[in-house]
């Protein structure tokens, strides 16, 4: 499986590279769906594949789907650094920033 999951992340990369950001995200919606099985809730290589899609959400300017990554990290910041640090802060800005953003 993590064979695959490098085979894919290679692909995404490559899109990405090209500026084909949306085909990208679609590879990196399945490299999440994979990492799922392979690595617990709080893993940061989740949390590095969240934050690429939201990323690229926030590129491609879709609100909605950013937000929903944004949310999935929280999570984990708030497992990985201290209580007040200024990340978790950061992240809770930008899903409030998304949700007046949204529709």
């Known amino acids: 499986m993590r064979s695959k999951i490098l085979q894919l992340s290679d692909k995404a990369s490559s899109f ?16 999440k769906q994979l990492e799922r099985n392979l690595y617990h809730a709080f893993s940061t290589t989740l949390l590095h594949t969240c934050e690429t899609l939201l990323k690229i959400y926030l590129e491609l300017q879709d609100w909605w789907t950013a937000l929903t990554y944004c949310r ?22 930008t ?8 529709p």
Do not use: D, W
Request: with cysteine; glycine share 10%; aromatic share 14%.
């Open 16 to 31: 990405l590279s090209s500026g084909n950001k949306a085909e990208a995200g679609s590879i990196y919606k399945i490299i």
């Open 95 to 102: 899903c409030g920033k998304l949700e007046c953003l949204g």
């Open 72 to 93: 999935l990290t929280i999570p984990v910041y708030e497992r990985v650094y201290p209580p007040f640090h200024p990340m978790i802060g950061l992240q809770f800005y």
